[in-house]
């Protein structure tokens, strides 16, 4: 059984950081990419970034670049989301997400690249 689970959400004010985790279990991962994505209310999921789980490779999303940074811990078999400069904009519920496509080079953007999700974590910035 195959499960991501995310924590580290919460309520933090303006300027603050944050780090979110997502624990992966239940395969291996080497041959995926593994996605942070974002779903604030009235707005579309948005792709934050992915970390390639092999060579550790990072992609961010122009909106987040130099604030927001993903790493992995093979040994834990967990991928980190550090959020540094928090805003209210940031606020939404965020999702780790596991693709074995988005590892061969499909978008890594898109949700179809992606066959396994987290529930979410809720994240609050106060302004």
């Known amino acids: 059984q195959v499960q991501l689970v995310e924590s580290g959400g919460g309520l933090v004010q303006t300027g603050a950081s944050l780090r979110l985790s997502c624990e992966a279990s239940?395969?291996?991962?080497?041959?995926?990419?593994m996605g942070w994505f974002r779903q604030a209310p009235g707005k579309e999921r948005e792709c934050v970034g992915a970390?390639?789980?092999?060579?550790?490779?990072?992609k961010y999303a122009d909106s987040v670049k130099g604030r927001f940074t993903i790493s992995r811990d093979n040994t834990k078999n967990t991928v980190s989301l550090q959020m540094d400069s928090l805003n209210p904009e940031a606020t939404a519920v965020y999702y780790c997400a596991a693709g074995r496509g988005a590892y061969y080079g499909v978008s890594y953007s898109r949700d179809a690249s992606y066959e396994y999700w987290g529930q979410g974590t809720q994240v609050t910035v106060s302004s």
């Open positions: 239940g395969r291996s991962f080497a041959s995926y990419a």
């Open positions: 970390i390639n789980w092999s060579t550790g490779s990072t």
